[in-house]
Each structure stands twice: as structure tokens, then as C-alpha cells.
């Protein structure tokens, strides 16, 4: 297996020459600059990663090189095999480097804010509202990404009204993003004493967990703030004082809530975050293209709008209306296990 030339198969991967010229920009940049500014500590942070990545490109050509001129020289087919491990090696980090590539959007290395929504279906589909949370919470898992659950609401009987968590990783927005839409379950009901087939509804938002540099300003007299007794368990504090906050940004309609911090003023705190996020992405766009685009058309959780269906009866199927791709092993999915469905790194 020879990679020597491998780099000039990944030039936005590999192009050295202008990781260097950039990086050489910005170190001119901030040397002539009197002010030490917010701007400034940005390109810095810029900077520092450019460095990173021009010292991942300088080892992996170093590497690819030697691993060559040794495979040239070597003496024995036992070497060989060696060396070419060494070099098959570097090969899957460069491929796992070309496909984080291909996640360019502005907020794809960002971390993620997931609401899941019940939608028509009554118990049915609150109760099916929380199987996806609940699988979207054992993806997470399985990649070690921190969860943080900013909001929820039980169901009447059974499940939630809806839920909303943070999911803490490195391009978690950038995979996750696809996952917007409505996601309709069809399955022999259990909370139907006849055991009928019922179709339940969910929608699913995505939008990314922005950083503070990144966050919009907000007009405080363009927000409605309301608090209110946080329902649920979480101990007589929580039950007994108005800790939880939701708010309402006036100018766009935007609703957002958290009630599961003790204080009124770390949900105020994390329910500005989430409504910060929500308006950049409308100050990116300016019109209603950029909720479609990159936080999702609202859709009624209903029949003719879901993205994706998930069969239990009376055959086994999940199925991705948008890429055709499907798996029998339903229990594996909603366990996590979205290979297939949600892109890997």
C-alpha cells in the first residue's frame, strides 16, 4: 500500500502551503495590534488551531515518507507486512480527517440543542417521544458525549410533552442536524386494551450550542420572562419555589424554558443560551430561509411530513424517507445504535 502521494488526494486536507499562509497572517495580525481586544483573542483561538493543523499535516507527511522509504528498503516480506500496517493506519486517520471535512457548515464542530416535541397521537405518541430521547441519549453515550437535560415535561399518563437536552461533543450539531423533522412509530398500542395498531408522531428540532463570542446580542425589553414551579422530582427546592424560567422573545414569537437547575437564575442563564441560539440562526439569513435551512420548517408532527418511519408492527423496519436507507433491527436503533442514519467520524 503506498500513501506517499496520498496528501494530493485530500488537497483541502493537505494543503500546507496555505494552512501556512494563513497562519503566518494572523500571527502578523496580532503582533501589530496596541489593543487587546475580544477580536483579537478570537484570531488567536483561530490561530491556535491553524497551528494544530499545520502540525497534524507536517507529521502525517513526515510519517507517510519515512513509512515509505522503509518499505522501499525493507529486507524481508515480514517488514513489509509491518510497514504497511503502519501506513494502512495513517490511511484511516487521513480518511477520518477527509470526512470531518466535509462538515463545513458554520456550526457543524459546535455542540447541539435537541427539543423533541409529541406530536398527534395522544399517549401514544408522548410515550414515543420519550423512546427518542431515549435514543438519542444512548447515541450520545456511546460516543462519551456529555448530555445536559435543560428541559422536560411528563406526559399525563405516560411519556413526555416534550424534551429538551444538550448533547456535548465535537460536531454533535453538524451529525445531528439531519435529524430535524417529524418521526412517526407505528406499533400495536399498549395503552389500547385491544392491543390496535396505532401511528404516533414526534418532531425533532436541532440547533447548535453556540459559544458565547458567537451568541447575538438581545434587546432584555424585547423578552417576556416568566417563572414558575418546577414539576416533577427533583427534591422539595425545585417543587416548592418558582426556579424554573421560560421566555419569550416578542419580535419573533420564540419560546424557550428550563426548570431543571435549582436556581431561577442558572435556568434564566441556560434558557438565554438556548434562545440565543435559536436567533442566530435567523440573524444569519435575515428571512425565514434560515430557520428552514438550518434549524427546520415548524411542520404539524402528523401524517404526510415525517423524515423517518420506525415499524413495530406488523413487520420490523425503520426507514429514512430522505436516503431510502433501512434496517430490520428496529430494538437496535432505538437502543442508539443510528449507523446508517446519522453519518460517522
Same mark, same amino acid.
Given at each position: 500500500?503506498?500513501?506517499?502521494?496520498? #496528501?494530493?488526494?485530500?488537497?483541502?486536507?493537505?494543503?500546507?502551503?496555505? $494552512? !501556512?499562509?494563513?497562519?503566518?497572517? $494572523?500571527?502578523?495580525?496580532?503582533?501589530?495590534?496596541?489593543?487587546? %481586544? &475580544? +477580536?483579537?483573542?478570537?484570531?488567536?483561538?483561530?490561530?491556535?488551531?491553524?497551528?494544530?493543523?499545520?502540525?497534524?499535516?507536517?507529521?502525517? *507527511?513526515?510519517?507517510?515518507?519515512?513509512?515509505?522509504?522503509?518499505?522501499?528498503?525493507?529486507?524481508?516480506? =515480514?517488514?513489509?507486512? =509491518?510497514?504497511?500496517?503502519?501506513?494502512?493506519?495513517?490511511?484511516?486517520? /487521513?480518511?477520518?480527517?477527509?470526512? !470531518?471535512?466535509?462538515?463545513?457548515? &458554520?456550526?457543524?464542530?459546535?455542540?447541539?440543542?435537541?427539543? /423533541?416535541?409529541?406530536?398527534?397521537?395522544?399517549?401514544?405518541?408522548?410515550?414515543?417521544?420519550?423512546? $427518542?430521547? *431515549?435514543?438519542?441519549? *444512548?447515541? +450520545? =453515550?456511546?460516543?462519551?458525549?456529555? %448530555?445536559?437535560?435543560?428541559?422536560?415535561?411528563?406526559?399525563? =399518563? +405516560?411519556?413526555?410533552?416534550?424534551?429538551?437536552?444538550?448533547?456535548?461533543?465535537?460536531?454533535? #450539531?453538524?451529525?445531528?442536524?439531519?435529524?430535524?423533522?417529524?418521526?412517526?412509530?407505528?406499533?400495536?398500542?399498549?395503552?389500547?386494551?385491544?392491543?390496535?395498531?396505532?401511528?404516533?408522531?414526534?418532531?425533532? !428540532?436541532?440547533?447548535? $450550542?453556540?459559544?458565547?463570542?458567537?451568541? &447575538? @446580542?438581545?434587546?432584555? @425589553?424585547?423578552?417576556? /420572562?416568566?417563572? #414558575?414551579?418546577?414539576?416533577?422530582?427533583?427534591?422539595?427546592?425545585?417543587?416548592?419555589?418558582?426556579? +424554573?424560567?421560560?421566555?419569550?422573545?416578542?419580535?419573533?414569537?420564540?419560546?424557550?424554558?428550563?426548570?431543571?437547575? *435549582?436556581?431561577?437564575?442558572?435556568?434564566?442563564?441556560?434558557?438565554?443560551?438556548?434562545?440565543?441560539s435559536k436567533l442566530q440562526l435567523l440573524v444569519e439569513e435575515q428571512h425565514a430561509k434560515a430557520v428552514k435551512e438550518l434549524k427546520g420548517d415548524y411542520v404539524k408532527a402528523a401524517w404526510g411530513n415525517q423524515i423517518r418511519s420506525y415499524v413495530l408492527h406488523p413487520y420490523k423496519m425503520v426507514k429514512d424517507h430522505r436516503t431510502k436507507a433501512e434496517t430490520s433491527n428496529v430494538q437496535k436503533v432505538l437502543e442508539g445504535d443510528l449507523t446508517g442514519f446519522i453519518p460517522e467520524l
Amino acid at each position: 500500500m503506498n500513501l506517499n502521494d496520498g #496528501y494530493k488526494k485530500w488537497p483541502t486536507v493537505f494543503d500546507l502551503d496555505q $494552512l !501556512e499562509t494563513k497562519q503566518h497572517s $494572523l500571527e502578523k495580525e496580532i503582533q501589530q495590534t496596541a489593543v487587546w %481586544t &475580544p +477580536a483579537v483573542q478570537n484570531k488567536q483561538k483561530e490561530l491556535a488551531d491553524i497551528i494544530s493543523e499545520v502540525k497534524e499535516v507536517q507529521e502525517w *507527511r513526515q510519517a507517510l515518507n519515512e513509512a515509505t522509504e522503509l518499505l522501499t528498503a525493507a529486507d524481508t516480506a =515480514e517488514d513489509r507486512l =509491518e510497514i504497511e500496517k503502519m501506513l494502512s493506519e495513517i490511511g484511516q486517520k /487521513i480518511t477520518g480527517k477527509e470526512k !470531518e471535512m466535509q462538515f463545513d457548515g &458554520p456550526h457543524d464542530k459546535a455542540g447541539a440543542i435537541i427539543t /423533541i416535541q409529541a406530536g398527534a397521537g395522544g399517549t401514544d405518541a408522548m410515550d414515543w417521544a420519550e423512546m $427518542l430521547e *431515549r435514543m438519542y441519549l *444512548r447515541w +450520545a =453515550e456511546n460516543k462519551a458525549w456529555p %448530555t445536559f437535560v435543560l428541559d422536560r415535561s411528563a406526559g399525563d =399518563e +405516560a411519556g413526555i410533552k416534550h424534551s429538551t437536552f444538550e448533547v456535548n461533543g465535537r460536531y454533535a #450539531y453538524g451529525l445531528l442536524k439531519g435529524e430535524r423533522g417529524v418521526h412517526r412509530l407505528v406499533r400495536q398500542s399498549p395503552f389500547n386494551a385491544d392491543k390496535l395498531r396505532q401511528t404516533s408522531f414526534a418532531r425533532v !428540532e436541532v440547533v447548535p $450550542l453556540l459559544k458565547e463570542k458567537e451568541m &447575538p @446580542a438581545v434587546d432584555t @425589553a424585547d423578552l417576556r /420572562i416568566d417563572t #414558575y414551579r418546577a414539576g416533577g422530582a427533583g427534591g422539595q427546592h425545585v417543587n416548592k419555589t418558582s426556579s +424554573a424560567v421560560r421566555i419569550t422573545h416578542l419580535p419573533t414569537g420564540i419560546v424557550v424554558q428550563c426548570q431543571n437547575e *435549582r436556581s431561577q437564575g442558572q435556568n434564566k442563564a441556560h434558557a438565554l443560551a438556548v434562545l440565543q441560539s435559536k436567533l442566530q440562526l435567523l440573524v444569519e439569513e435575515q428571512h425565514a430561509k434560515a430557520v428552514k435551512e438550518l434549524k427546520g420548517d415548524y411542520v404539524k408532527a402528523a401524517w404526510g411530513n415525517q423524515i423517518r418511519s420506525y415499524v413495530l408492527h406488523p413487520y420490523k423496519m425503520v426507514k429514512d424517507h430522505r436516503t431510502k436507507a433501512e434496517t430490520s433491527n428496529v430494538q437496535k436503533v432505538l437502543e442508539g445504535d443510528l449507523t446508517g442514519f446519522i453519518p460517522e467520524l
